[in-house]
């Protein structure tokens, strides 16, 4: 079976059972053009809490599908590929947190939506790219312990003038993105400009004229007057901004920045996670009702 076998088999199974269908800006260009929405992680979770479909399938990686699963256990949310992780999410316990928290009694904890599940449950409150900044902000006392990305912890403090004991955790793909890479494409392209992620290093993100979520590189680049952009983020990025901006030029600072964990989802996996629904992503109580509290306080936040 080819594409288009699988784009009429997944339309006529996901409008008989009413399935909603989410797709992170990082998915293969396929499943971008498949979802009901593609977006970041906090549209993702607004998405997924306002919808009236019974059954989310959620084409990203695990930490995604259990966010909307947090926030809406009475539904039913599927992962089309099981190994699709998150190294950054795996780079902290709920041990960990529980060490830092006894190591500053007193001080809040913040998690970036990257975590599990039982990270997300011993937090105070959770955050994404798109609201660090804002949730930060919203907390009492001058310091927080901010976990697992480093880099985010460092923008955060940055902005907030907050001090932000960090945990040292980073994304191994926007790792790859280095300042001299940056400065000699815009060096090739003169007048070009950069927006990047803020997961990418302190020394990248000095040299951007934009920082913010793989969303908001949408609307930044709808706005830029600039011919050429830099895209401080993953590949599959460019698929949607060159769509949306045909008259701009959107540069990766080079080929490799890709996450493989994004790219695991296919068109075939989505057509047999529909058909055979799997695999459901299930939080046990407390734990989920407990990482709830986290992600709600997010969600009333407005960034
Ligand atoms: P966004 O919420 O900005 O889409 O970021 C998610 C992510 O994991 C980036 O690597």
């Given amino acids: 079976m080819d594409h288009s076998d699988f784009i009429e088999k997944i339309a006529r199974l996901r409008s008989e059972r009413n399935v909603l269908i989410l797709a992170h800006n990082y998915q293969r260009p396929e499943i971008q053009d498949l979802a009901d929405y593609t977006g970041d992680s906090l549209g993702l979770a607004r998405q997924a809490q306002e919808t009236n479909s019974e059954t989310i399938l959620f084409c990203g990686v695990h930490f995604m599908a259990e966010t909307a699963y947090i926030l809406n256990p009475e539904k039913t949310v599927l992962l089309p590929e099981k190994r699709a992780g998150c190294p950054l999410a795996d780079m902290i316990t709920a041990d960990d947190v529980l060490n830092l928290k006894e190591r500053y009694p007193g001080v809040p904890v913040v998690c970036y939506v990257n975590t599990s599940a039982a990270v997300k449950a011993v937090s105070d409150i959770c955050c994404t790219s798109s609201n660090a900044v804002a949730v930060v902000n919203s907390l009492p006392g001058d310091a927080v312990i901010f976990v697992p ?28 993105i280095t300042k001299a890479s940056v400065l000699n494409l815009k060096k090739q392209n003169p007048g070009a400009v950069f927006m990047a992620h803020p997961e990418c290093q302190p020394e990248v993100l000095e040299i951007a004229d934009h920082v913010c979520s793989t969303s908001g590189m949408y609307e930044y680049a709808r706005l830029s007057k600039a011919n050429v952009i830099i895209v401080g983020s993953e590949a599959g990025m460019l698929h949607r901004l060159s769509k949306d901006n045909p008259d701009k030029v959107f540069l990766l600072p080079s080929k490799d920045i890709i996450c493989p964990n994004m790219k695991l989802t296919t068109l075939k996996k989505v057509y047999f996670s529909l058909k055979n629904k799997e695999t459901k992503v299930v939080i046990e109580e407390p734990i989920r009702s407990q990482a709830q509290s986290s992600c709600e306080r997010m969600m009333s936040i407005l960034a």
């Fill in 149 to 176: 990305d480093k880099n985010l912890g460092t923008y955060v403090a940055s902005l907030t003038g907050k001090k932000v004991i960090s945990w040292p955790g980073y994304c191994p793909t926007h790792h790859k």
